[in-house]
């Protein structure tokens, strides 16, 4: 019997890029890529337009101002117009009459303890008095007897310290009742707590039914804010900036439209390590609405001027947050920059910072322009 033998043999596929004929590129039939095509992009900051004869320029101006530096802060209580109460008389709280963030009155009665120094204050004082009157008593007899000749100059002159000693005693007493918030004619195992300033009430530290030690944690904070600190960060690079006594403008976060002016009454000696910032102290007059915690603006000028571009205000475009103005370019298109906007000046100018020189040509009106390019 024959066999057939059959060997499989591996076959090799080979893929032969299709040229359109046979002299192909050698680079590519090597194994080359071929090479890119560059497609040319138009800049997107430029813009065309058919009448730009419709859009008036003008020329930017240099203006020259001081320099500015901007930086944030908040609002804090004047430590020096801050005023902890404290309390003479350990007890326990029986009623609060304020809490944090109460508007208080000098005088306001704000809690009342009931305390056990109040009956041992009475008790000194009763005995106190019926000391004082024993010695007054001896004394009246010792004139008598000193004038009948019965006692000696020495006998009477004891009399009389003892008599000295007794009122300071009496006094001594007298005054310790009325600390407690006592009155000695009309004792009572209650001792009102009262403001020793007009403020507002920064802190507490008790509720009803706790316990309050004499010279110990105080109970309440008053605040005066009448002048409140604005406490900065500026950076070291910005420090020459800034100088003791020198006026700042500041505007709140929540009241942008109202300007109020500052002194600077401190410069920290310690730099924050983390971001290598000083802090700066700014004294604020108080209008009424300054709370603490509230976030401000301060803006510190320099000693120089520095020169700077000022454009018609209509010649800014403000959009996505940034400023922006056109400039004309060639074949009837507009560039449009982006700049960054300073204060506004007298006659409807605008203080441009950066992005624009002085000579340079700019749209009046550079948001009739825009509105004519989103129309397209």
């Keep these: 019997m024959r066999y057939n033998r059959i060997v499989a043999v591996p076959s090799m596929l080979v893929f032969v890029p299709l040229l359109g004929g046979c002299g192909g590129n050698t680079s590519v039939q090597n194994g080359a890529p ?11 900051s430029l813009f065309h337009v058919d009448h730009p004869e419709q859009y008036p320029l003008s020329s930017a101006v240099k203006h020259e101002a001081v320099s500015q530096l901007v930086v944030t802060g908040t609002v804090n209580p004047d430590i020096a117009r801050t005023v902890p109460v404290i309390t003479l008389a350990s007890g326990r709280v029986v009623d609060i009459r304020v809490r944090l963030g109460d508007t208080v009155q000098r005088g306001q009665v704000l809690l009342r303890i009931r ?16 000391d004082e009157l024993l010695s007054r008593q001896q004394l009246d007899r010792d004139k008598d007897l000193y004038a009948h000749g ?15 000693d007794a009122k300071v005693t009496l006094e ?8 407690l918030g006592n009155d000695p004619d009309h004792p009572s195992g209650i001792v009102d707590i009262t403001a020793p300033i007009s403020g507002v009430i920064t802190d507490q530290e008790v509720v009803n039914g706790s316990s309050v030690q004499s010279y110990s944690a105080n109970p309440f904070t008053i605040s005066d804010l009448s002048y409140v600190w604005i406490v900065c960060d500026v950076y070291e690079n910005d420090l ?6 020198q006026s700042v403008d500041i505007r709140l976060n929540a009241y942008p439209n109202q300007a109020l002016k500052g002194t600077i009454s401190n410069i920290g000696e ?12 700014i004294e604020v007059r108080n209008p009424g609405v300054m709370r603490v915690g509230m976030f401000a603006t301060a803006t510190f000028y ?17 959009l996505h947050d940034r400023d922006w103005v056109f400039v004309p370019a060639a074949n009837q298109k507009f560039r449009r920059l982006e700049v960054r906007g300073g204060n506004t000046l007298p006659n409807r100018a605008q203080e441009i910072l950066s992005g624009l020189q002085p000579g340079q040509q700019v749209v009046t009106d550079a948001l ?9």
Excluded at 115 to 130: E, I
Excluded at 155 to 164: G, I
Excluded at 270 to 281: E, F, H
């Design 34 to 44: 071929p090479p890119a095509q560059v497609v040319e992009v138009g800049d997107v």
């Design 115 to 130: 305390s056990d120094d109040v009956s041992s204050g009475y008790s000194d004082y009763r005995k106190a008095v019926a």
């Design 150 to 164: 019965a006692i000696s100059q020495a006998d009477l002159q004891a009399a009389q310290d003892t008599e000295d």
């Design 172 to 179: 001594t007493t007298t005054e310790h009742l009325k600390l």
């Design 240 to 245: 020459p900036n800034v100088r003791l006594g």
């Design 270 to 281: 310690i730099l924050d390590p983390a971001i290598r910032a000083a802090k700066v102290r």
């Design 302 to 318: 320099g000693l120089k001027k520095e020169a700077h571009t000022a454009v018609p205000a209509s010649a800014i475009l403000h």
């Design 368 to 376: 009739s322009l825009q509105n004519a390019i989103d129309n397209e």
